[in-house]
Every structure is written in C-alpha cells, then in structure tokens.
C-alpha cells in the first residue's frame, strides 16, 4: 500500500491530461492526448530510434562517471588523509565549485568539438564536487575513539585506513556516488542539447526543431525514468553492500 501511494499523484495528473485532451480544454498541438504519446513512443521504439539514443547516453554517462570516480575518489583519499594538502587544494575547488558546468561546453566545444570528449568533460565538472566532496567528508569525519582503539590494537596506517577508516566512511562514499550519478545524468542531457548529434538529448532539441511535441515529452518520460532506474538500482545495490548501514523499508527513506 504504501508503495502503491506512490502513484496516486501521476494517475490524477494523467486523468486531467485524458480529461483536458477529450473535452479539448487542451491544446492538442502544444500538448498532444495520451494517446498519441503513447503511439510515438511504439513507433520509437520499435523503429531502434529511441534505443539507440538511449544506449548513446547511458554509455556516455557511465563513461564519464568512471572516469569521474577515478579521478576523484584517489584525490579525496589523498586530502582526507593528508589534511596538510587541504590549504593548498580548497580555494582551487571553491572556485571552480561555483561554475555551472553547462556555461563551460562553448569553451569545451572549440578545444574538444562535439564529439564524445566535450561530452564527457561535462560530465566530469558536473560529478566530480559530490564525489570528492563525500569521500573527503567521510574520511574525515571517522571517529577519532575508532582511531585511538586502532592504536591500541598495534594497527599501522594501512591497517587504520582499510579497517577503521573506509569501513566508516562508506556510507558517505555511497552518497556521493549516488549523488554523482544523478549529476551525470542531468549535466549529460543538458550537453546533448547544445552540442551532440545523438542522444536523448540532441532527439528532444531535434523534435522542437521539427516542431514534435510528443516526440520532445516521449523524449522527456524516458530521461525520467532511466533516471529513476538508475538511482533504484544504485539504492539497491548500496543496501546490499553495506549491510551494517541498516535496513530501508522505503525507497529513498531510512
């Protein structure tokens, strides 16, 4: 039941969607009925089009977010356990933290193009803060009674790190992992849109250039739920792996 409450709200929003098209309260043009939606999306689909669009953005959004965790996680271990390094590194991510990363593709466009690599570095400015920012606030806030009883125990600084420290900032490493996949996927649409010749995005800014409405809101639904996929099964996953963080009966909620 409780899930089932979940869906209350989008069945109300179809209702006066079916209801606004059928008495024509609605603009059929602007916003086309249900029913032809639901035709574009058949036609979409079984013409390999939107899969094909699909497969292109989820491949770049994995890709980038990869590279991402690469990057990050190494240079947030590294500053989580050398607080030493933080004077030098923390103006620099203050700065560029500021920066949306849409206003950098025009300067991303002219040194990479518009093919995969301007993509990708998109992604990477828009997942990187949440990742780093996670895994250093993780590691740095792990219990210094933790520590103390690791000393007590003889444990030398691997030791420390592998069995005190990252066991203790994995849920936060979790977070931001969660929180970064999330940001690849919405910086990734945004990229599509202005520079890309395939892709959920670059199939939404094609149909307005057309004028398909129900292209652009089929195009729409689906960054919703391959979004909402994606986050499940991270959700899923983290719960899975860290037994110890508790159990969560509701998605989204502890």
């Excluded at 965790?69 to 933290?97: K, S, Y």
């Excluded at 900032?169 to 945004?190: C, D, E, H, M, T």
Aim: aromatic fraction near 12%; charge should be neutral; include cysteine.
């Amino acid at each position: 039941m409780q899930r089932l409450k979940g869906i209350v709200i989008p069945l109300m929003i179809l209702l006066l969607w079916l209801i606004g098209s059928a008495t024509e309260s609605i603009n059929q043009y602007i916003i086309p009925p249900p029913s032809r939606i639901w035709q574009t999306f058949l036609y979409l689909s079984a013409s390999g089009v939107l899969l094909d669009h699909i497969a292109i953005s989820l491949y770049r959004v994995f890709a980038g977010f990869l590279l991402t965790v690469m990057f990050a996680f190494p240079l947030a271990v590294l500053v989580g356990m050398n607080q030493r390094l933080a004077p030098f590194i923390d103006p620099v991510l203050d700065f560029l933290g500021h920066i949306p990363p849409i206003s950098c593709i025009p300067i991303l466009i002219l040194w990479f193009g518009i093919d995969e690599a301007s993509k990708l570095a998109v992604i990477i400015l828009a997942t990187f803060f949440p990742v780093f920012l996670n895994t250093a606030n993780g590691i740095l806030g792990c219990s210094k009674q933790l520590l103390e009883v690791g000393d007590v125990f003889g444990f030398n600084t691997w030791d420390k790190f592998s069995r005190i420290i990252m066991p203790a900032a994995l849920p936060s490493i979790i977070v931001g992992f969660r929180l970064g996949l999330g940001y690849s996927w919405r910086s990734l649409i945004g990229a599509e849109l202005i520079a890309a010749s395939s892709g959920i995005g670059y199939m939404i800014i094609e149909a307005e250039q057309l004028s398909r409405p129900d292209i652009i809101i089929v195009g729409i639904l689906t960054i919703g739920l391959f979004g909402y996929m994606i986050d499940f099964c991270f959700f899923k996953l983290t719960n899975y792996l860290l037994p110890w963080n508790g159990k969560r009966e509701l998605y989204g909620r502890s």
